[in-house]
Every structure is written in structure tokens, then in C-alpha cells.
């Protein structure tokens, strides 16, 4: 099939050193299989969208020379696109009466969230009400192959356990949703951060329930402050600049020369991207 990648930021806020990697990635990745790259625009959580954020996203990109195909996608757009789907998934899903404080004795699933119980498979206890949706989930390990990380495995259920599809405030979960786009734009390869690697299984498990082709995965390295925290807003990471772009480079493992011009240094560099290069993991702090 035809390459078609995509990159899917949250509009939190401007794309900063650790988005700017995932980003240019996901174009390079594209350009050097002479496909397509697509934007879309992850803003279904509307509490944390920032006004302005999407367009600031665009405009960086745009000033980085990294050009996508066709119209941008915003999820707040697609709403009944999840809702089809998560009728089309109700044989194997349940509703789901529990809190978040009911779930704070529960262990930690790999990505820090609570792996949930199974309290409400069975059927609602009385005078319960449904909050959440949830997808029921079972042992079999799900495998993958990574085309940064290697050969990756997971169970769902021991590991994560029933996730939720929809939220307790009526918001599509973005597990269900990112499913559902990368089907409906013939998404072939997704190329992202690390931190999302953990999503993948319940991801492919989706997909499976769905009818949906699996696309090919890469996770680059997660960038990090000196305190070794992952760049975000939260960490106050600051917005990329002109002077990342050769540090982003040369954090996917490609040494960029001196002297050459963003556009040169672009088309450069993707004549030089090579997966079998980028490093699984970086120890060292992304910013000095």
C-alpha cells in the first residue's frame, strides 16, 4: 500500500523540542518512502485545549518547512465518526459505575494510570448508575514489532485491564478515537513518541474488534529536561525554535553537517533517515 503517515498533536499549547523530534520523525519517515503526510489536530479533551494553540502548532511547522498533504483533521469534528464506532463495539463493551477514588487501591498499569479490576464486567452493583464505558479486554499476549523499539508484548488485561472508551463526561477516549482516524485517513505507518508506546496494544486490540488493518509502528526516544523529566507544558518546556531543528536531527541519530540552510538541511537529512539508527532510548537530558 501507498505510505501515508500522520502526526497528531494535542493543540496544549506550541509545539516544543520533544514534539518538534516526534514531528520531524513522522516527516522524514514519509518523504524517504516518497508518501504522503498528513496533519490532525487531537482536540477532543476541550478542557485542555489552549485557544490559538492549533493555529501557533501549524504555523511552527509550516516555518520549519515541514509541508503535510490535504486539509488538516480536527477530531472535534468527528464525533459521530466515535460514536458509530463505539456502537459498532457495544457486544464488547460494558458500562462502568466507578469512580476514581473506588480505583485508587488498584495497581499501576505501565504508563502510571490504574490497572482496572474488573469491578463492574459482571453487571453494575445496585443503585449504581453508569459513568464510564468500558471495552473488555482479555490475557492472550499481543505482539508487536517496532520498527525502533524491537519486538514488543503485552497483555491487556493483566497489564492495563478493561479501559475506558468513554469518559465519565461523555468525551471519546482518545484510545477509541486515534483508532478510528488512522483507519478513516488509510493511515499505514504511525511514527511517534515512546511515551505512546504503551498505548499500541490496546490500540491493535481495538483495531482487531474493529476490522481495521494494523498499521507499522515507530516510537523514537522520549526527549527530556535535565531533571529528566519528558519535555511538555507542563514541564515548561520551551517552544521549538530555528536553532532545534539540527538538535532534533542529530537526537534521532543523524550527525548534521555545519553550514547548510533549513531547506538543505531537510532535504539532506532525508536522504540520510535510517530507523536502524535512532537510538531506543536517550539517557542523556535533550536540552543542555
Known sequence: ?????????????????????????SWLDARSASGRWLVRMEDLDRPRVIPG????????????????HGPVVYQSARLDLYRDSL???????????????????????????????????G??????????????????????MDRVQGEMEQSVEREVGDFVLRRADGIVAYQLAVVVDDAAQGVT?????????????????????????????????????????KLSKQSRAADAGPADLPRALEFLGIE???????????????GKWEPASVPRVRAAPAAS
Open 1 to 25: 500500500m501507498p505510505y501515508v503517515g500522520r502526526f497528531a498533536p494535542s493543540p496544549t499549547g506550541p509545539l516544543h523540542f520533544g514534539s518538534l523530534v516526534a514531528a520531524l520523525a
Open 53 to 68: 494553540a492549533a493555529d501557533a502548532i501549524l504555523r511552527q511547522l509550516e516555518a520549519f518547512g515541514l509541508e503535510w
Open 189 to 229: 505507518d504511525v511514527v511517534r513518541g515512546a511515551d505512546l508506546l504503551d498505548s499500541t496494544a490496546r490500540q491493535i486490540a481495538l483495531q482487531r474488534l474493529l476490522g481495521y488493518a494494523t498499521p507499522r509502528y515507530l516510537h523514537t526516544p522520549v526527549a527530556t529536561n535535565n531533571a529528566g523529566e
Open 87 to 121: 456502537r459498532n463495539l457495544e457486544t464488547h463493551c460494558y458500562p462502568c459505575a466507578c469512580t476514581r477514588k473506588e480505583l485508587e487501591d488498584s495497581g499501576l498499569a505501565l504508563d502510571g494510570s490504574r490497572i482496572y479490576p474488573g469491578t463492574c464486567r
Open 123 to 144: 453487571g453494575l452493583a445496585p443503585g449504581k448508575a453508569p459513568r464510564a464505558v468500558r471495552v473488555q479486554t482479555d490475557a492472550a499476549p499481543l505482539r508487536f
Open 256 to 270: 548534521t553537517p555545519e553550514g547548510l540552510a533549513s531547506k538543505e538541511l531537510r532535504e539532506w537529512a532525508t
